[in-house]
């Protein structure tokens, strides 16, 4: 069965700082990977998938993630973050035939 | 085009009521499903749908029951709600279950069961 894990939880910066979030997955097969972004009192919407090609994936507002398969990782950056940039952001990945799955989410609150 | 719409917004039940949160989408996405939304524990889906008729289980369906009898409908039931139930509820809609199809998510609809 694929899982799909984000170790921080509550992540604080400063508006200019970088982001990284973490986006680990298991899954033994072909997957695609999706950032979705909820921000507060909205619903989801996709910021970036990757499902084949290029590993490195530019979605909205200035945000990328790296597919680093040996690492089962999809970590999604961003150079400079602003205030409107706080949200929850959710990874989620599914393998071929498999329905999607959800990490637990990461809280991100960005300080003017 | 209003993508997919949910309602109601807000709802208060008590324990061993029923209810119906309703959901509809107007992109003739063939593939729709319901999550719910716990602190701490991300979207987790209850069911789903790959296309009028035809419904199946997802991670934590018990308690709940859905049916698809048009494209464009996917209501989903609480038979006997529980305060368990507590929660975020959001519908979402896409082409294809297949892979790299981007799902569409609704408004939601948070549920307080007393």
């Known amino acids: 069965a694929q899982s799909v894990s984000q170790h921080n939880h509550h992540v604080i910066l400063s508006e200019a700082a970088s982001l990284e979030l973490g986006c680990n997955y298991s899954y033994g097969g072909t997957v695609n990977l999706f950032w979705y972004v909820q921000y507060p009192g909205q619903h989801l919407q996709l910021l970036l998938k990757y499902f084949s090609g290029d590993p490195l994936v530019k979605g909205i507002k200035g945000f990328e993630a790296e597919f680093i398969k040996s690492k089962f990782s999809f970590n999604l950056r961003k150079p400079s973050v602003q205030w409107s940039d706080t949200a929850e952001y959710f990874c989620?990945?599914?393998?071929?035939?498999?329905?999607?799955?959800f990490g637990t989410g990461t809280r991100l609150t960005i300080i003017p | 085009n209003a993508g997919v719409t949910q309602t109601p917004k807000f709802q208060v039940l008590k324990t061993g009521q029923s209810m119906t949160l309703q959901c509809a989408q107007d992109m003739n996405h063939e593939y729709m499903s319901w999550y719910r939304q716990d602190p701490g524990m991300g979207l987790r889906l209850i069911h789903y749908?790959?296309?009028?008729?035809?419904?199946d289980q997802g991670e934590v369906p018990n308690g709940y029951n859905v049916s698809r009898s048009t494209t464009e409908d996917f209501p989903l039931r609480l038979l006997l709600a529980a305060p368990s139930q507590t929660s975020v509820y959001f519908c979402?809609?896409?082409?294809?279950?297949?892979?790299?199809?981007?799902?569409?998510f609704g408004p939601g609809t948070r549920l307080t069961v007393l």
């Open positions: 749908s790959v296309g009028a008729g035809i419904t």
């Open positions: 979402a809609s896409s082409t294809d279950r297949g892979p790299g199809h981007e799902q569409f």
């Open positions: 989620a990945v599914n393998g071929a035939y498999e329905k999607l799955t």
